[in-house]
């Protein structure tokens, strides 16, 4: 009989992202990504939704795609920086003006993935949380 080997998924923490705010997010250890062609943050309401519907959708050399499901107007508003390729270290950015556009949905659902000469391979992904702010000014 055949032995097939299931590589688990790593799961990562829960990300909140105040609305309205500029989200920093830094993640550490994601394992060797020196490979990849193209990296990928997203974000969505359900797994199942198109990227283009992403509530933020992030490539590291295009940069913000994806915003509330529409094409974003900035691609600048939106960055993967690579400090460490091999370490898998990294960090994301997204606007305060982007974060503002961001619905109250609830708990959605965030991956990294990254395409290489072998295809792609989601290497972390877990829930984010959206939580309104009072104050709806970014500039």
Same mark, same amino acid.
């Given at each position: 009989m055949p032995h097939v080997a299931? !590589? =688990?998924?790593? !799961? $990562?923490?829960?990300i909140e992202v105040q609305r $309205?705010?500029? /989200? +920093?997010?830094?993640v550490?250890?994601?394992?060797?990504?020196?490979?990849?062609?193209?990296?990928w943050f997203t974000i969505k309401a359900d797994t199942d939704d198109v990227d *283009? =519907?992403? /509530?933020?959708q992030i490539e590291e050399?295009?940069?913000l795609l994806y915003i509330s499901g529409a094409a974003a107007g900035t691609a600048g508003n939106g960055s993967i920086t690579v400090t460490d390729a091999v370490a898998g270290d990294l960090t994301v950015v997204l606007a305060a003006?982007? =974060?503002a556009k961001l619905p109250v949905l609830g708990r959605w659902y965030y991956d990294f993935q990254m395409l290489t000469a072998s295809g792609v *391979? +989601?290497? /972390?992904r877990g829930r984010a949380i959206l939580t309104g702010d009072a104050t709806r000014e970014t500039s």
């Open positions: 299931i !590589t =688990a998924i790593p !799961t $990562g923490n829960t $309205g705010d500029t /989200l +920093t997010l830094t550490t250890r994601l394992g060797d990504i020196s490979a990849r062609t193209s990296f *283009t =519907a992403a /509530l933020v050399t295009a940069g003006v982007e =974060a *391979t +989601t290497v /972390l």
